[in-house]
């Protein structure tokens, strides 16, 4: 059997060459630490962790990315397995011991006969890989991201990245929040809408003034793009920036109070397919986790919202996915060529490896003459990959963590609004029917390439 190319050791790509080794197919495996590093790794082993050491919640009934552990160990994730062995005290949190984990994540790769690994930089990868996986990370070394940028459109990778909190629809407050496209455009739950008076505008810019912000190290003394500034940077430009910017009222009425314009909206766009997230438009950030919280949540109808990601500003090297990948991860320009990992807009150590695992799934499957399947997007994994290579939507795609927001709303009885169970109750009849429907999957023989 021929082998399959792994480019990049970290969370995906350790990932993707244990899942070709464990389905029989020959890996070979391009890392270019030591040789090289990047601007955030300080090791040279493989599955670095570069900040955090946590995996984030391993509650499995209530939380999607509990949902994604379980899911992967079910898999035969080496990721998941190296992360539980190594595991830490945390709470209901799964950390890990750092140095531990990498180290057994890179000898289990070392121990198996069908895996190679090669200390080098691939600066492009040769025409004659009939299959590879680049699977580089946010930081991506500038040779490779160069070779990328020319296969897929100078415009599609982004290098820097300024991005808005996104919110969960069901958390939001229509007591307040109307839906409607400016001037009446577009469908009628293209955009939520949250009015304020001059009262709650003033407050809100004085709380975003007195924020606690956080710059990344790698982003200081880099000027913003004029284009695309922290919503709190523009507060600071004059006290009527933002009510003349991304909260200008125009071109929106109010249905409480339709003789009246509201001082300044904050709008929302419908940020996924299934219409349950909603992009705060204009408002990337750089405040820190908490103050967004805090501040977001003194908006009229953001009282109780979730967030399904934060903004932020740090450098990040990923693809236009739904543009530009084919369901099974392959770039449609080359389809020699899959991307896993953060390269492809996922965010976070364990969903890079949920798609790296993916990844080396669908590589091992092509292999042997088989046509690859999809896992069902009721699960994690499925809704993670079905929201990056199509869900989302192309012209505002942005790095994502799973969350149940992703999902196709849960089965029952919905509510006068529409809603079906809330809360604790949502979150669990959505990790009931994923189990069942990856069981489904595993059992029908499709998830895997080989026993
Ligand atoms: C500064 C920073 C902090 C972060 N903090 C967190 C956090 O706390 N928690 C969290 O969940 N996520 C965090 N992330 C996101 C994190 O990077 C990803 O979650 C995860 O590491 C991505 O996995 P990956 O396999 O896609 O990339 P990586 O783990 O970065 O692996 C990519 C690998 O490819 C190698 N490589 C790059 N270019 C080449 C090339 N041309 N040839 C050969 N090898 C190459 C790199 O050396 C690296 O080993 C952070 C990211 C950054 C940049």
Redesign the pocket.
Known sequence: MREVHV???????SEAAWQLARSGIPAVL????PVRS?P??VTGRLA?L???NSFRSDDAEHNAVGLLHEEMRRLDSLILAAGDAHRVPAGGALAVDREGFSTAVESALLAHPLISLRRE???SPPADWDSAIV???????P??AECVATLTGAKSLAFFDAIAPIVLRDSIDFSRAWYQSRYDKGTGTDYINLPLTRAEYDAFVDALLAGERHLPKDWEGTPFFEGCLPIEVMAERGRLTLAHGPMKPVGLTDPRNPGRRSYAVAQLRQDNALGTLYNMVGFQTMLKHGEQVRILRTLPGLAEAEFARLGGM??NTFLNSPRLLDDTLRLKARPGLRFA???TGC???VE?AAI?LLAGRFAAAERMDRVPSLPPPTTAIGALLAHITGGAKAETFQPMNVTFGLFPDPPGESDAHGRTARGRERKRLYAVRARVDLARWIEGGHALAAQ
Not at 7 to 13: D, F, N, P, R
Not at 30 to 33: F, K, Q, T, Y
């Open positions: 480019i990049g050791g970290g969370l995906a790509g391009h890392e270019m630490r990047t955030a790794h670095e570069v900040c955090s930089e691939i600066a699977a580089t990370g946010p930081l991506t070394s040779a490779l740090h450098r990992g953060q390269i965010e976070g150590y890079s790296g």
